[in-house]
């Protein structure tokens, strides 16, 4: 059996998603900028999308522009505001994603700008004080704090951080690409400038994204030069597949969204209940066993003679999660995020992250394949 429990770090394309791109490919080629038919054709399609985008999010069509991705998303922001918005400080988190956090080093080397870590507890919560002790200075500020966690789940409250960004004249800036897709979200009801979002995160395809500039009180110039594609903003031949498949996907993620919900929530309630019976000793980091984003659950098992190659014994036994860690050169480096929460060197937590398409037998069967390990 195989088992695919790293919905985190992509998910499955919905069959609608891969039919809605297969039609494009075989119909529409043009290119989205010729004024032509075939252009024109594209065209509509590109519009289409990104009409639905907007209709989603309850934003104005023109605050969207489409790109590659999450990474693409925050380099654009957190470039555009140094270099366009005289933004002379940075306020992030130290377990935000390493599109955000590197971006942010790479600029504080090049720039001239001071960058602020906001402290976080052993929860991975906030310090919204600390926050807005941060923001008390007078150097133009940005905040990028991301809206889910991608390894721990923890959910900002950022509604909170808005008003504190907007009292102190901050620009706020959040990485949604792992809630977008998975909460209905009004932009308009929370109160901030940027937001980016990566389609593979909602079964769409990967290498295509959009970034929200909130109309009424940013804009920035684009991370690349070239042509004048998405109004000026990021050049070069739109992903029309892509694009077309980001589209689609998103109707499928708000289609019945409160039953597929529940149904995730199902699914790790159990492996929550079965861990605890068939593991004792194992906890959960951040705020993944309760109040985070449903999709994860970050495990950390009791000291196992396997270490850190448990989860390649899990690959093997065909169950695939993930260690948010990366592997180079044959070393296993330890994930930032699994580092900021303090957690002893000798226990390798994993995560585990379900969509609707998984069942309570793949549970099982994970389950099953966790005993012979402990
Ligand atoms: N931000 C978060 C929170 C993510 O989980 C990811 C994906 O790993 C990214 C950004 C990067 O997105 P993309 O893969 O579209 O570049």
Same mark, same amino acid.
């Given at each position: /059996?195989?088992v ?14 891969i ?5 494009? /490919? ?14 024109r054709?594209?065209?509509v399609?590109?519009e289409?999308?990104?009409k639905? $985008?907007?209709?989603y ?20 922001v957190?470039?555009?505001c ?6 002379q ?11 955000v956090?590197?971006? $942010?080093?790479?600029?504080?080397e090049k ?5 602020s ?7 991975g919560?906030?310090?919204l ?6 923001? !008390?200075?007078?150097?133009k ?12 789940s923890?959910l ?5 951080v808005?008003?504190?960004?907007? !009292?102190y004249?901050?620009l ?27 389609s ?7 290498? $295509?994204?959009?970034?929200?500039v ?12 070239g042509g004048? !594609? ?5 050049p070069g031949?739109?992903?029309? /597949? ?15 969204l409160?039953?597929k919900? /529940?149904? $995730? ?10 861990l ?9 980091l951040g705020?993944?066993?309760e ?6 659950l970050?495990v ?30 044959g070393?296993t480096?330890?994930s930032?995020v ?17 969509s ?9 069967y ?9």
């Open positions: /059996m195989r695919y429990f790293d919905n985190a770090a992509t998910t499955p394309l919905y069959p609608e998603v039919q809605a791109m297969s039609d494009a /490919m075989m119909k529409t080629f043009g290119n989205p900028s010729s004024v032509h038919h075939y252009g054709e594209a065209r399609l590109v289409k999308s990104r639905l $985008v907007a209709e999010l309850n934003i104005s069509p023109a605050e969207i522009f489409f790109n590659s991705g999450g990474t693409e998303g925050n380099n654009a957190i470039q555009g140094i270099s366009d918005l005289g933004i400080h940075i306020i992030t988190s130290p377990i935000e994603h390493p599109a956090l590197n971006t $942010v080093k790479k600029m504080a720039a001239n700008i001071s960058v870590v906001v402290s976080i507890n052993g929860k919560h906030i310090n004080e600390h926050l807005e002790e941060l923001l !008390q200075g007078d150097k500020t940005l905040v990028t704090l991301m809206h889910a966690n991608n390894e721990i923890n900002l409250p950022i509604n909170n808005s008003k504190l960004c907007r !009292q004249g901050a706020f800036h959040s990485d949604m690409v792992q809630t977008i897709g998975h909460y209905k979200i009004d932009l308009q009801a929370i109160d901030l400038d940027f937001v980016t979002a990566s593979h995160k909602f079964h769409g395809p990967k290498g $295509v994204g959009f970034l929200y909130n109309g009424n009180t940013v804009a920035i110039t684009p991370l690349f030069s004048s !594609q998405e109004r000026n903003m990021r031949t739109e992903n029309l /597949m892509g694009i077309v498949g980001l589209g689609e996907a998103l109707i499928q993620s708000y289609k019945s409160e039953t919900m /529940m149904k $995730v929530k199902d699914i790790k309630a159990y492996f929550i209940q079965e605890r019976k068939s593991i004792p000793g194992v906890t959960f705020d993944s066993e109040k985070g984003l449903y999709t994860i970050n950390v098992f009791p000291k196992n003679p396997a270490g850190e190659m448990l989860i390649n014994n899990l690959d093997i036994d065909g169950i695939a999660a993930s260690m948010g860690s990366a592997c180079s050169s070393t480096l330890r930032t699994v580092k900021a929460l303090g957690v002893d060197e000798e226990l390798h937590p994993i995560r585990f992250s379900f609707h398409m998984n069942t309570r037998e793949e549970v099982n994970c389950i099953d394949m966790l005993k012979k390990h402990f």
